[in-house]
């Protein structure tokens, strides 16, 4: 039989050079990272508040992290307040509070410093109550004007407000259901109330506290009158390098303890006395 034909079958390779994909992928990486350096180009050459506004974005997505600026309708360029800001601040609620015709009466009682957390107002008590009618969450007449103008004064700035309650170590006497808990939550939300009614925006409030005897401003005399005081804190508007410590800082952490008007230090403060 004759033999068969041997075939011989040769397989041609492909174009993989130039005609392939492969550059396509390494062209856009190249594309992307140029991108990327001229993003970075055009912010070092941005404002500040810009540049924080985008960092912060990068920082937290959701935006749900650190509450920064406010509602305030309008399309201009708004500058956050810095520490420097809130030393301008003090000194213009220490001018506002030395126009009440009583000052003479209040300058040992309100305080005002500079503190991690931020400008912490303090309205402390004395012997004869001072802002709050004894053992009562009313405010009396010079509560109210204090309050109210704090109120017209802090809602010019765009920060956020916490306000706290604090009393002496004390047991309440009224009810028995009620106590120390209770009085300084109310004295808070007393101050809250007409502060809100008297200037405040109602979405600048991010906390009413109420810590009855637990943060003492006077360790050495549980019973000081000084221990019965509001405290008002324009929180920081934070940024990378300025952030607030936690709510646990007390006024005393800071260095610095001047007080409004010329206020004396908490020993000078009155001499025991029932709420």
């Known amino acids: 039989m004759p033999t068969p034909p041997i075939i011989i079958i040769k397989k041609k390779g492909g174009h993989g050079g130039h005609h392939g994909g492969a550059w396509k992928v390494a062209y856009a990486d190249f594309v992307t990272a140029m991108m990327a350096l001229f993003i970075v180009l055009w912010l070092m050459n941005t404002s500040k508040p810009i540049q924080v506004a985008i960092s912060g ?10 509450q920064t600026g406010n509602t305030l309708n309008g399309t201009g360029e708004k500058v956050e307040p ?54 009562s969450a009313t405010l009396n007449q010079s509560g109210q004007d204090i309050v109210k103008l704090l109120a017209v004064e802090l809602g010019k700035v765009p920060n956020l407000i916490s306000v706290e309650g604090h009393t002496d170590s004390k047991p309440y006497t009224g009810k028995s259901s009620y106590s120390n808990w209770e009085l300084s939550s109310d004295r808070a939300n007393a101050a809250r109330r007409l502060m809100q009614q008297s200037g405040l ?8 506290r109420g810590f009855a005897d637990q943060r003492l401003r006077n360790l050495k005399d549980p019973l000081d009158p000084s221990n019965r005081r509001v405290s008002i804190i324009v929180q920081y508007l934070t940024t990378n390098s300025d952030e607030a410590k936690p709510p646990a800082q007390d006024a005393k952490e800071s260095g610095e303890k001047p007080s409004a008007a010329g206020a004396k230090t908490e020993s000078e403060a009155g001499k025991q006395d029932a709420k």
């Open 57 to 66: 974005y990068f920082k937290d997505p959701s935006g749900n992290g650190k």
């Open 201 to 208: 925006r109602g979405d600048q409030i991010s906390q009413v």
């Open 82 to 135: 810095t520490k420097e800001d809130m030393a301008k601040l003090k000194e213009e609620l220490q001018k506002s509070i030395q126009s009440i015709v009583d000052l003479d009466k209040l300058k040992n009682n309100i305080e005002i410093t500079l503190t991690p957390e931020g400008l912490r107002i303090e309205l402390l008590e004395s012997e004869r109550g001072t802002f709050f009618k004894s053992g």
